[in-house]
């Protein structure tokens, strides 16, 4: 177990910025998951903790050690890829003994507590009976299993996972996912995990960092992310359906003022210095969809409905825009004349400039509720 | 029934052409080569083979017991089986360390059109480039053991019964290097690239990658690298001709070129095709190896 720091670390390849400036802190026996698109810099930056790539620029500190330029295998991790890279031609049992053998003489074993330390840990994740097949015998829930058991074996400082759950199907996803959690903390290993799929960041992290174009834009707990997030990129990446992002502007009137969104107005009790553009963001879950018109509902049209069982994801235009709506599903039909009601003790405000959430005036907008 | 019996016909008769190729040039004269062979002046009969076999001339016998013990010639089958021992093995162990060496290295399609190079080169002119590698004069290996002061090793290769099928066999590996090399570079980056990676955390070393992780999962292509070397080495004439005639005193013999010698000098057909069926029945053997498994697998 260890904590794992990276400061202002930066791989290019060619004229790609691959990683940019990235300083993240991992602490000991958490699970850290980085979140991002395709492409944005987060298996770079976990290969570069894994030593398979080295920074050009920044450090890695692993419990407060330098290891920015040290071999892989001087750094005790493991690693679980993605396509789970077992040696196809050896043994369940020989798979996991693997790192065990390679280094038999220096970490001083022999055969027989090699022997002890693979069943211990096929035990532990209930692939005993597979030792004696070949990898191309097993499923893929089964080869994900023995990946996990190989890079538990020796006791790593830091386990790093590659997307390992991606190849599984939806079901066993989920399963693996409640495994995986489980398996962590009863360790305590120090784990950083990556993955495009929010629900499984979501559902595994201790704490996430969104990435974009190799930048870590936010580092969060999953609710912190969800419910604050600080960046337009983060609120839209995150959620599904994501945030619903409305261009707005607030403006003097009378002796307050008014914030303005396609087809809704809102009063405020104060007053702008002038007319402002911002971004109001209004996550689906919070945006309530009525039959009958009312004070604070603004009317709508029904677009799409998509059922998800008991809910239904509605989209709506207003005003012009468009806007998605996560409501109980009361069977409501494309073409009909419907109500919204915001909560407004929940609505983010970002500057349109610079993306960055704005959270006094969010604080503000929030006032206003009820 | 009928059309099933028109189906065939028709597919006989799409075959007829290629059918009637191959017997005219593979059939046929496999079939003559062994009439021939059989035929003695007494009729027909094993005596070809029993004069070949106990051929006692150091340029045509096939195995001279009483020289094993001491340098060649040892007779030309024996050489050729020392060509195969030590030519398969070293072609195909350098070829896959070198496409494995090559994965790590920047502007490696150079070094692999380099070393291809060797392959594309006639083998006649391969067998005369021997001759000047191993020529004390201008060789390069005679004056490397100059430097080092081994003397036995500083004269002409070729001209020597000592050296000259060693000269041969090690010139035959760099001849044929680009054909293991192409094979295992092939095969080698098919490997996918987490596996090596997988392996580096593991812990391994280089050798131990290569060993434990690459070298098991190219198998197949070693496979086919190491028969189809072996082949070549069992048929092998031109290099022979070219850079020694199998001299000096039947020293580096093979089998192609006792054939060709009972052929074209002796002009004894009886010998020369007894020797020919001797060299395909050999031939087969380990071609059939490679046919089963191919099917097999």
Request: aromatic letters at 8%; one cysteine or more.
């Amino acid at each position: 177990m260890a904590s794992v720091r990276l400061e202002g670390v930066v791989k290019r390849f060619g004229r790609a910025t691959a990683v940019n400036r990235v300083t993240l802190e991992v602490g000991d026996g958490e699970f850290f998951v980085l979140l991002g698109p395709s492409g944005c810099g987060k298996t770079t930056t976990l290969r570069l903790i894994a030593g398979l790539e080295y920074p050009d620029e920044g450090r890695i500190l692993m419990d407060g050690e330098d290891v920015t330029y040290k071999e892989p295998k001087e750094r005790n991790v493991a690693m679980v890829f993605q396509n789970y890279a077992l040696y196809p031609n050896m043994t369940v049992y020989d798979n996991i003994a693997f790192p065990l053998n390679v280094r038999r003489k220096e970490i001083g074993l022999t055969r027989e507590e090699i022997r002890e330390k693979v069943l211990e840990v096929a035990r532990m994740l209930q692939i005993e009976e597979l030792l004696d097949r070949k990898p191309g015998q097993l499923s893929g829930g089964q080869q994900q299993r023995v990946a996990l058991a190989r890079a538990l074996v020796r006791r790593p400082r830091v386990w790093l996972m590659d997307e390992p759950l991606s190849n599984l199907d939806a079901l066993l996803r989920v399963a693996m996912r409640a495994e995986l959690k489980r398996l962590q903390k009863e360790l305590g290993i120090t784990t950083v995990y990556v993955t495009h799929d929010q629900a499984e960041a979501m559902g595994l992290a201790d704490r996430i960092a969104v990435m974009n174009r190799g930048k870590v834009v936010q580092v969060g707990t999953p609710r912190e992310v969800f419910h604050e997030p600080s960046h337009i990129f983060v609120a839209t990446f995150l959620g599904s359906p994501p945030m619903n992002i409305l261009e707005c502007t607030i403006e003097p009137r009378g002796g307050g003022g008014v914030v303005k969104c396609p087809g809704i107005e809102r009063p405020l009790q104060w007053s702008p210095g002038g007319v402002e553009r911002i971004y109001l963001g209004v996550r689906p879950e919070f945006i309530r969809v009525e039959r009958s018109p009312g004070p604070g509902r603004w009317e709508a049209t029904v677009e799409v409905v998509e059922p998800l069982g008991t809910e239904a994801v509605v989209t709506l235009t207003i005003g012009g825009a468009i806007v998605k709506a996560k409501v109980l599903d009361e069977g409501y039909r494309p073409g009909e004349t419907v109500y919204l009601e915001l909560d407004w003790s929940r609505v983010q405000a970002f500057d349109p400039e610079t993306g960055r959430a704005i959270g006094e005036l969010a604080r503000t907008l929030r006032g206003l509720a009820g | 029934m009928k059309s099933r019996l028109r189906e065939n016909l028709r597919a006989y008769g799409f075959l007829a052409p290629a059918l009637l190729l191959l017997g005219v040039f593979v059939v046929y004269p496999i079939v003559g080569t062994i009439i021939i062979s059989l035929e003695t002046q007494s009729g027909l009969g094993l005596g070809n083979y029993l004069e070949v076999l106990s051929e006692k001339s150091p340029s045509k016998a096939l195995v001279i017991p009483g020289n094993l013990g001491g340098p060649p010639p040892w007779g030309a089958l024996v050489h050729n089986m020392v060509w195969i021992l030590v030519h398969v093995p070293l072609t195909t162990f350098l070829g896959l360390m070198l496409a494995y060496m090559l994965i790590h290295v920047y502007g490696r399609s150079l070094v692999k059109s380099i070393v291809f190079l060797s392959m594309i080169i006639p083998m006649v002119v391969g067998g005369l480039i021997i001759r000047f590698i191993f020529d004390s004069q201008v060789g390069v290996i005679p004056r490397i053991f100059d430097t080092l002061g081994v003397e036995s090793l500083a004269r002409t290769w070729t001209a020597y019964p000592e050296t000259s099928l060693a000269s041969l066999i090690l010139g035959s590996v760099w001849l044929w290097l680009g054909f293991s090399l192409t094979i295992h570079s092939a095969a080698v980056d098919s490997v996918p690239r987490s596996l090596i990676e997988a392996a580096r955390i593991d812990g391994a070393s280089e050798w131990q990658i290569f060993r434990r992780v690459i070298a098991p999962a190219v198998w197949p292509a070693t496979l086919t690298v190491m028969v189809m070397t072996l082949l070549w080495d069992l048929k092998i004439f031109d290099i022979v001709y070219a850079a020694t005639q199998g001299g000096p005193g039947g020293s580096s013999t093979v089998l192609a070129y006792v054939m060709w010698l009972y052929f074209a000098r002796a002009l004894d057909y009886g010998r020369a095709a007894a020797t020919a069926v001797i060299l395909t029945i050999l031939t087969l053997a380990a071609a059939s190896y490679m046919i089963r498994r191919s099917l097999r697998g």
